[in-house]
C-alpha cells in the first residue's frame, strides 16, 4: 500500500475507526495485547504508579537495566541473575523476578499482577 493509499484509508470513517485503522497499521512491541484500542484496558482505574509499571510492561519500555544502560543511565545492562535484563526478561524469564502469569498475566492486571508488581524491587 503506497502512502497516498494509506493515508487516504487511514482518514475514512469514525474518530474511532480512524483510531483502529491506524492501530492495526502501526507496529507496537506486544500490540496483540490490544484488541480495541478504542477500549479501556485491564487496570485503566490502578493508582498512578501501578498504571505506569504496568504500561511500561505492556510496551516493553520499563526501566530495566538493558535500556539504562543503552541511554547511559547504567553501568551494566545485565540483571542481578546474569542476564540482560529487558522488560520481558524480568516479567517472563529471570529466576528472580519472573512473574507466573508473564506479560498476559500483567496486562490482564489481576490480584497477582498487583501483588507482584507492588513487590518488584525495580521501579520500572
Ligand atoms: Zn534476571
Redesign the pocket.
Known sequence: MNMQTRQSAAYQGTTEDKWKSRWKDAEVKNAELVVDPTQKLPGFDFPRALWTATNRIRTANGRCNHLLHKWGMSESPL?????I?TTR??VE?????KFDGGLRGIHEGGENAIEWLENLDIRL
Open positions: 540483571c542481578g541473575c546474569g542476564d535484563q526478561h524480568i524469564t529471570c529466576p528472580l523476578t
